[in-house]
């Protein structure tokens, strides 16, 4: 998971070598990343604080623990849950576990380039649905991968979805549906886009028991994902091309 | 030829009975036709009239949390006519969510579904449901019952959400899953209040003699169950379990939905005394797979997808559905035939009557 390599550089400033110094990773370091990783993957909220500041203070940069410790964790979850191994209110926890120790480390983040959001994506359950289980497992992945999540609720209208898209600019917009009766409103949610002179300027995503990658291709949908797992993968796909 | 505009006459009139055989896995003349649900523009086409649909008048109760001063179930000559013209054996009173109730800003009692009952200091709070929600479905029992006098037409009640009304509607989905590690008393305290009342509404609805019991409850979904088996096994089997047990006592069938994947629960249904599973989810549920591991011991019924065929297929498609099913679940008896959820608005109206001929066709022992 963490490996350990060793280099040897010439004529490199401190800087560099203090970042190759931590890439030695030294018995703490790993040690310390383990127990963020294992405190994320089994949900122990009440760990992370001081887990997240016992590893800034071994000068652990922040990019490292986000992407290393917490989303990689995060991504654990979402397979297992894929998988049948873990259950909502383990994701959940482990989602909360991300969170805290996010809100430690955003004001720390704020301008570094480095450590930049995915994106912004707009999400809910489609006009006349009240379904939104999938939905909020979708949302705690999401954020899990690094993206800003904008929740529209349920039976969401179709002018509250353009709304969202004016004032957030989201890279993604995401359906959700469990009743095929409610995803028929679906065309007139992408009509409303088009007609607001915004399709391309989002990427479409649609989940829901009932959706398929047929169902999402007659639409012209870009994204389609049959779990919260995958959805939160095919997120980062869509935006990192 | 597919006949797609007209329901065909068929063998056998509605009959109680026959769902009651099919239950209990033994001999029927043919495999019971059954939908919970008919929305309200194919019920129209049927009858010649507006009629709401075959779960409500005035609203939608499948959908939400409905006032239940506004808001009644079918009414019964109607649902009679609907069972005459498909040939279904059994009426359904909806009672699906639990009625906790607080007053709104005009001192009405009034349902709570705003998701804001996060822990037991707010759950004390609210008006419990009591003898006069329970009376009035009795009262719907009735009317049904004196409608079918002189038909072998059944009646059943839908309800029992013991987690669902909770989750859905007065705790939310996240909160309450949260809940269920993190404040186990709340928890407890929320489904043993919610029982106790269901308790007493089994033994009145078995009282007023229903034909058999259909709780519901959706516990899992297309990957598996919600909350893991040994959480299930401890808070929810055994109270299911005790909602059922009046039924079971009385020697009343039971039959039991949830949507999603329930391979992790069905051998405690079986267990509890559940009859028949429905309605058997295909996001989760290999018909074949069921009808091989459990067909000797459970009756099965539903599955054919509302997507595809329903609603996307041609009639040919649905024909062609129905026949695979039959091939599989009928053979042994113990298979009620129907959708994977409901007769929406939304599937053709040709679909639905291609699915009603032709289970009544290829379901003929």
Known sequence: ?241 | MIETKRFEPYEGKPDKERLLAAFRRKPVDRVPNWEVLIEDRHVEKMLGRFAGNTLAFGGDPAKGIVDTEVVRPMKAKDYVDICNIIGQDAMIIESIWTPYKREDENGKLVQVADRSIKNIKDFRKLKKPDQKDIDRVLKYIREYKEATEGTKIGVTVLFGCLSQTFYEFMVGMNDFMMACYEDKPFIEEILEDSTEYLIEFCKAIVSESVDFIWPADDIAFKSGLFLPPKFMKEMWVPRMARIMEPALDAGIPVMFHSDGKLDEIVEDLIEMGVNCLNPMDPYGIDYRDYKKRYGNRLCLSGNIDIEFPLSKGTPEDVEKDVRQHMEVLKPGYGYVAGSSHSIVNYIPYENFVTMINAIHKYGRY
């Open chain 1, 1 to 241: 998971m963490i490996s350990i390599k060793t280099t040897v550089i010439y004529n490199i400033s401190k800087e560099v070598l203090d970042k190759l110094f931590l890439k030695e990773r030294r018995p703490k370091v790993v040690a310390i990343m383990e127990d963020i990783y294992s405190a994320t993957l089994k949900g122990n909220y009440k760990e992370i604080a001081s887990l997240v500041k016992k590893a800034l203070g071994e000068g652990i940069d922040i990019k490292t623990i986000i992407n290393e410790g917490l989303s990689a964790a995060m991504i654990e979850v979402g397979d297992r849950f894929s998988t049948g191994e873990l259950y909502i209110p383990d994701m959940l926890l482990s989602a909360k576990t991300m969170k805290e120790a996010m809100a430690l480390l955003k004001p720390l983040i704020k301008g570094d380039k480095n450590i930049a959001s995915k994106g912004t994506i707009v999400i809910g359950t489609v006009k006349g649905d009240v379904h939104d289980i999938g939905k909020n497992l979708v949302i705690t992945m999401a954020e899990g991968r690094g993206f800003k999540v904008v929740d529209l609720g349920i039976d969401v209208d179709y002018s509250v979805f353009v709304d969202a898209i004016k004032k957030y600019s989201p890279k993604i917009v995401g359906f959700s549906g469990l009743l095929t009766t409610t995803l028929a409103n679906l065309p007139e949610h992408i009509k409303a886009i088009e007609d607001a002179g915004l399709r391309s300027s989002v990427i479409l995503a649609v989940g829901g028991a009932p959706v398929t990658r047929d169902f999402a291709d007659r639409y012209g949908i870009e994204i389609y994902a049959p779990d919260a797992s995958i959805a939160s993968k095919e997120f980062v796909k869509a935006v990192e091309k």
